[in-house]
């Protein structure tokens, strides 16, 4: 494992997204999608990725795993460059990072049935002796998300949202993984299959030491599950920190407003904070990217980018906050 215990770190990333006009097709500017984004994932860690939809999460999501290229930055996984690394050395990590994706119905072949689906990967990297002990692992898997083997040779149609996730998840810990991508795997579900699929992704965690990249809207899952949140608006991480002090203490003003929507048993539906202005540009940001919404932005939000700053535990992208401490 590498020195420094961290499974995987990124460091400084940007992906961006050309945005071409007329009939020559010109680049005129870029989608910021990924702005210089920096965090870590420790072994067995979870780590929560808030933020409204449209604000990169599922592009750093797809960046980390090699599905879209990054423009600038590092992404180390035990100790290797994933953006620098070989074909060859980028197969062989592909089993120790695996994701699931958000729609459930969407990411499942209907043409396979459940066998094929999540042996397919097993099958691929020669993790099976035979086609009996392809079934034997495929039982193995179902039994650990909660089906058994009657759903072997069924088709996905034949599956509730819930069922077909818990499929998803077999799929994901069948190469046996050491990190995930949690792309927003219950948002499609019911509040109570939520709940369920929330405490298998749990359970796995602990049995199969898995760290997870857990990206989610909802901040009251995310409490739930995560050790640390990042708070990303905008392509970029406004603030860090161990899930309990975000979730009662907020320090930036986004990350207040996000706690201000969430909706729990006794709380008042009247919002403490408002919004105003309109979204700024994601494609030349001028100042803070919030400063246009922001309750409490300065005149110096509006002319520079915040840097981010250090306070005790937390880190924050804010002009409200004096330097590192």
Known sequence: ???????????NLKTYFPINRGIFSRTVGYVRAVDDVSLYIEPK?????VGESGCGKTTLGRTILGLEKPNAGKIVFDGNDICSISRKEM??????????FQDPIASLNPRMN????????IIEFNMVNGYSDIKDQAIRLLNEVGLDDTALYRYPHEFSGGQKQRINIARAISLKPDFIVCDEPVSALDVSIQAQVINLLMDLQDSHNLSYLFISHDLNIVSHIANRVAVM??????????????MTNPLHPYTQTLLDA??????????????????????????CVFSPRCPKALSLCRKEPPREKIIQTRKVMCHNYGKND
């Open 45 to 49: 860690e979870t780590v929560g990725l």
């Open 262 to 287: 969430v909706i729990s048993p006794g709380k008042s539906r009247n919002k403490k904070i408002k919004l105003y202005g309109d979204v700024s540009s994601s494609m030349n940001p001028s100042g």
């Open 114 to 121: 459940i066998l094929d689906i999540i042996t397919e990967g």
């Open 1 to 11: 494992m590498n020195e420094n215990n961290k499974l995987l770190e990124v460091i």
């Open 233 to 246: 608006y905008f392509g970029k991480i406004v603030e860090q920190g161990e899930t309990e002090e975000i």
């Open 91 to 100: 197969r062989n990590l592909r089993k120790r990072i695996q994701i699931v």
